[in-house]
């Protein structure tokens, strides 16, 4: 009966290490940023943490907008973004949207 016990205990304490070994270095250190929140208490967010400059003045980071997590790609000389999940086609930035103010805050 003992051994079944230290085998099972033995797996588990390999999967946990496993996990921890390959979680992304970044997996913990997200800064999430208010963007809005509504009076009926719907929040947006971007993790300012996970912002990454390239070339072309394009902008990438996460966000949480409407309840869902996404990847967004802006491109701050032009004033659009894109979900980068869905190889979507860039679209241009609302004024007063909720891409606009993060957009304010990233590409500023």
């Not at 940023?33 to 208490?41: A, F, H, I, K, M």
């Not at 400059?53 to 802006?74: D, I, K, N, P, T």
Request: hydrophobic fraction near 40%.
């Amino acid at each position: 009966m003992q051994r079944p016990v230290v085998a099972l205990f033995s797996t588990i304490i390999f999967l946990m290490s496993a996990v921890f070994f390959l979680l992304p270095e970044d997996a913990g250190a997200a800064d999430w940023r208010l963007v809005r929140q509504s009076t009926y208490g719907d929040t947006s967010y971007y993790d300012a943490a996970s912002v990454k400059r390239s070339e072309g003045q394009v902008v990438s980071f996460r966000a949480r907008l409407g309840g869902g997590e996404y990847q967004y790609e802006m491109r701050c000389g032009e004033k659009e973004a894109r979900l980068v999940e869905e190889n979507g086609k860039w679209f241009p930035i609302v004024g007063g949207s909720d891409e606009d103010l993060i957009y304010q805050a990233v590409c500023q």
